[in-house]
């Protein structure tokens, strides 16, 4: 089954500094990849999907991923925290379903900026 | 701007007393998704609707149903709601059934009392 992993549920970096968020994939066939972004009380936003055409995946707000076959990983980062970066993160695989497919999402990852 | 909206974004219900949840968009999109989210959990999908195509996921509860009237409209039917059933609800919506993108809604938060 299709499933992904986020390693870190707490993630803390100071205002400028990189951000890392990691997320191994298990699949046996080519996966479709997301990373949604979720503010507090808020719903999911899609950051960036991963849908084979490209490795490096650019999204909004400065974040960027890397589908890595060779280590089943497609971490996020960004260059420079913002503290407006401050939420729970989520990386998702897209799964077969119910005559469709469902997005089976990892546990998430609370990234906390400091000044 | 074409989008998923919920309502209401909270709702109190008792210990069982029947709620409903509601999901509009303007998007267009001929899928719908019901997602459930526990507290500090990842969201886990109920059901969804391709067109007027029910989907149930094999382990969602049948305290939970769902009614789609028309493209626009999803509703999230709680029989007999418990203390267990408190979370956000997500709907969400894609174009197709497909590995496409979903849409999210901006959540209901449910609380029983």
């Not at chain 2, 305290?63 to 409209?73: A, E, G, K, L, M």
Request: net charge positive; hydrophobic share 35%; glycine share 6%.
């Amino acid at each position: 089954a299709q499933s992904v992993t986020q390693l870190g549920s707490h993630v803390s970096v100071s205002e400028g500094a990189l951000v890392l968020l990691r997320c191994n994939y298990s699949s046996s066939v080519p996966p479709y990849l997301f990373w949604y972004v979720q503010y507090p009380n808020q719903g999911l936003q899609l950051l960036l999907k991963y849908t084979s055409a490209a490795t490096l995946v650019k999204g909004i707000n400065g974040f960027e991923a890397e589908f890595k076959k060779s280590e089943t990983s497609f971490h996020l980062t960004k260059p420079s925290a913002h503290m407006s970066d401050a939420a729970e993160y989520f990386c998702a695989v897209s799964v077969p379903s119910n005559s469709g497919y469902a997005l089976n999402f990892g546990k998430g990852t609370s990234l906390l900026v400091t000044p | 701007d074409a989008m998923v909206i919920q309502n209401p974004r909270y709702q109190v219900t008792q210990f069982g007393k029947p709620v409903t949840l509601s999901c509009s968009q303007t998007l267009n999109h001929n899928v719908m998704y019901w997602y459930q989210q526990k507290s500090s959990q990842a969201p886990k999908l109920l059901f969804h609707y391709y067109d007027k195509d029910f989907n149930n996921e094999a382990d969602t509860p049948d305290n939970f149903q769902s009614r789609r009237p028309n493209t626009s409209f999803c509703f999230l039917d709680i029989r007999s709601p418990g203390l267990g059933d408190a979370a956000m609800y997500l709907c969400a919506t894609s174009r197709g059934r497909r590995q496409e993108t979903q849409y999210f809604g901006p959540g209901t938060r449910l609380l029983v009392l």
